[in-house]
Each structure stands twice: as C-alpha cells, then as structure tokens.
Nanobody, 123 residues
C-alpha cells in the first residue's frame, strides 16, 4: 500500500489542523494505522493508532485529549485532528500501516510509511 500524508502547515499555538493520509489500493481496511512524528534532532515518536475497523484507538500521553485519530475505510483515508496545538507539537508527521499488529508504539513493526507532512506551531 502507498500512503500520502497531507494537511500540515504553520499554525499559531492554540490552533487546529487536520492531517490526512490517503492510501492506495483496495486493502486499506486490512491495515491498522498509526501516526508518528519526528522533531528536528529527535527520534520518531508515536502519536496515535487506530485499529482496522476504527473501533479501537490509542494515544501518546502528550497528545491525549487534544488529538483525535479516525479513519474512513470507504475513502481509504486516516485522519489526525489536532486541537490546542503547542509549539512542542512542531514536527514532521508520518502515517504508517501495519498489516498484523495493532497499536504498536514503536516504528519498527509498521510495514508502510507515508512521506511525512510538516506541522509548525508558532508561539
């Protein structure tokens, strides 16, 4: 599956953005999906994950209550709604797909990755 992330940009602290990740192919619903982010000089970190059906979600503590992951299997798309953004949320955000394991907070198990979209939050 090929993943294309979009929706990043520059926003002031307290603002909102919605990221999208569009998947190619007809097997999108067979993949658990995740969002990760990587700030300059830091390791890639887990943000959120969603199960194949969308019935289960998980979040990093740093974004819980502010970010919401969702998916539309009919549109082959996963979303990340980001509210109350903070300067420390500044990073390149990546979507990822895993055909087997749901909810991994490590990058390694994920089979496919999007190219990343930059989110910059100004103070």
């Amino acid at each position: 599956v090929q993943l294309q992330a979009s929706g990043g940009g520059l926003v002031q602290a307290g603002g909102s953005l919605r990221l999208s990740c569009a998947a190619s192919g007809r097997t999108f619903s067979s993949y658990h999906m995740g969002w990760f982010r990587q700030a300059p000089g830091k390791e890639r970190e887990f943000v959120a994950s969603i199960s194949r059906s969308g019935g289960s979600t998980a979040y990093a503590d740093s974004v819980k209550g502010r970010f919401t992951i969702s998916r539309d299997n009919a549109k082959n798309t996963v979303y990340l709604q980001m509210n109350s953004l903070k300067p420390e949320d500044t990073a390149v955000y990546y979507c990822a797909a895993d055909s087997v394991l749901y909810g991994s907070r490590l990058p390694n198990p994920y089979d496919y990755w999007g190219q990343g979209t930059l989110v910059t939050v100004s103070s």
